[in-house]
């Protein structure tokens, strides 16, 4: 599937700017993510991908440059952004410990107030994964990497997004772990959620996504279909360890 | 015998009185990680609000205590407003809020100097404080048990809105992260001013019954001391360690004060302070600093 056709732009980055005091972490980037879609941003360790997410949520400040969602643009405060159809699971996970897994789930739908649906999509994110089920009220903090990643995409999805936004969910898990998480990732997007993420792990998140962009010390370098980037020299052997796969593994 | 019971029971008041203030202190630690220096001032604030209430209008103390306890709370929303906040939006260095916070300290210990003038005083004679003898076991005062009851109480309310509401879950989610709270679709500012008013509120209940206690004046916040040592001894930022702390360090100061000297409490507590950060410095309660990534 390619999801450049006549679909309507979901979400759209224009001429993002953002720095850190005189470090400028993305200087003028733009995307575009289709209803639909699954999108993902690759590049290395410091191009400024969790920086993009960052200013999509505006936890960080985005200087320069607006993000659009279904054509309006999205606040300048968090808690608004959430409200507005975006949520984040971010780099790292980042569950609460100390509080259960259900708890967590019931945080991540926290700008619905009682709406009645709620318990549907608990449902719902159980049926997707079901080892949080078994561990629902466990504390967050007792799960395996494995499990908190779930449970941090779980979460996010309680918020019910128009497009849920991942960062990193590879980040140190192992591969078996990677590829599970990834399958259900398909799955969200099959029952309608669009999907940004962006990752190191170039391949497993290029195999995933319809498109792609490349993301390059604070510039978009590359865009494309998936499989045309994965095809690409050159980003084969920046991002996909040399072209061809060592002995063995593959 | 009877002297220790009566004792016990004195301690396990004071304690209860010293863990509305810790708790509120505690709760503004956990989601701001810094110490609320300003936190005696609510105290202060609550106790003339009831003081004044009681003096000029007459009301009765279920008015005048509800008043101090919207004052109280309202004055620490705008204390966080006027002075933490916009610290807050510049930085991430917790030492200016602390700062800040002795800053309004001063600033509300000197309002009330300049307004109601520096002396001490007594509240009307609304808490009961007749002797009530229990079971012929040991005597008391009705003023001691009823500050138990009523921290009892309150505290007992404040726990059933962190662990049933959904604020309260989200108070405990941003106690662990702020950050990924505000991700959750929490209003962050929102958040922080429910906490200071909770705070301030608390306070003034444990202000109104330090007033009765060793009256009121304008420097009685100062007490908060206690309650932050108490919080210390419990475990920083920790709700159960704030109670537990201020329970054991009222039982302290008043077995001190009734078996060796009254004059060696300050001593007693605040050599459990030391011992405390000697041996455990997270406290009893203490988050340990490592946690599973």
């Keep these: 599937m390619n999801g450049t056709g006549e679909r309507n732009v979901l979400l759209e980055v224009k001429d993002l700017h953002v720095s850190y005091g005189a470090i400028r972490a993305l200087s003028g980037v733009s995307l575009k993510v289709y209803e639909g879609e699954i999108v993902s941003v690759i590049g290395s360790n410091g191009a400024g991908k969790s920086t993009l997410m960052n200013a999509i949520m505006a936890m960080v400040r985005r200087e320069k440059g607006d993000v659009f969602l279904g054509g309006a643009a999205l606040e300048a405060r968090s808690y608004k952004v959430v409200q507005q159809g975006v949520s984040l699971s971010p780099e790292g996970r980042k569950v609460f410990a100390p509080l259960t897994v259900l708890e967590n789930l019931k945080m991540g739908a926290f700008p619905r107030g009682k709406d009645s649906k709620v318990d549907e999509d608990l449902e719902w994110v159980f049926s997707l994964f079901p080892r949080l089920k078994e561990r629902i009220a466990q504390y967050a903090g007792t799960l395996s990497g494995g499990e908190q990643q779930m449970l941090a995409i779980g979460r996010a999805l309680m918020a019910r997004p128009k497009v849920l936004l991942l960062d990193e969910p590879s980040l140190g898990l192992a591969p078996i772990i990677i590829r599970d998480i990834f399958k259900e990732l398909r799955r969200i997007n099959n029952e309608g959620v669009t999907i940004l993420l962006v990752e190191q792990n170039a391949r497993q998140a290029l195999l995933l996504s319809h498109r792609g962009y490349v993301l390059q010390t604070g510039h978009m370098v590359q865009e494309g279909p998936s499989e045309e980037l994965l095809a690409n020299a050159d980003i084969k052997a920046a991002y996909l360890g040399g072209g061809k796969a060592p002995k063995g593994l593959s | ?293």
């Excluded at chain 2, 001691?144 to 405990?172: C, E, M, P, Y």
Aim: glycine share 12%; proline share 3%.
């Design chain 2, 1 to 293: 015998m009877a002297t220790l019971i009566q004792q016990v029971i004195n301690g396990l008041s004071l304690g209860s009185v010293y863990a509305l203030i810790a708790v509120g202190y505690s709760l503004v630690y956990s989601i701001l990680l810094f110490s609320n220096f300003a936190h005696g001032g609510f105290l202060v604030i609550g106790g003339y609000i009831c003081y004044g209430t009681l003096r000029t209008f007459g009301t009765g103390i279920w008015m005048s205590g509800a008043l101090a306890l919207a004052g109280a709370g309202l004055a620490a929303v705008l204390t966080e407003r006027l002075a933490y906040r916009p610290i807050r939006e510049r930085t991430n260095v917790t030492l200016y809020l602390l700062i800040a916070s002795m800053g309004m300290s001063i600033v509300i210990e000197n309002i009330f100097v300049i307004v109601a003038g520096g002396r001490f005083r007594a509240l009307p004679p609304v808490i009961p404080t007749a002797p009530v003898n229990l079971m012929g076991l040991a005597t008391t005062s009705a003023f001691d048990l009823l500050s138990l009851v009523s921290a009892v109480v309150f505290l007992g309310a404040l726990q059933l809105f962190l662990s049933k509401t959904r604020w309260g879950l989200a108070i405990r989610a941003a106690a662990y992260d702020l950050r990924t709270a505000g991700l959750m679709g929490v209003n962050v500012n929102l958040l922080i001013s429910i906490v200071f008013f909770v705070a301030g509120a608390l306070a003034a209940v444990g202000g109104i019954f330090l007033s009765v206690r060793y009256t009121l004046y304008p420097q009685l916040g100062a007490i908060t001391i206690k309650a932050f040592v108490a919080a210390v001894i419990g475990g920083l930022g920790s709700l159960p360690g704030a109670v537990v702390g201020s329970l054991i360090l009222g039982l302290a100061e008043m077995l001190t004060a009734g078996f060796i000297s009254s004059q060696m409490r300050d001593l007693v507590v605040f050599s459990m302070l030391v011992i405390t950060l000697l041996v455990k410095p997270t406290g009893l309660f203490g988050k340990s600093v490592s946690e599973k990534v």
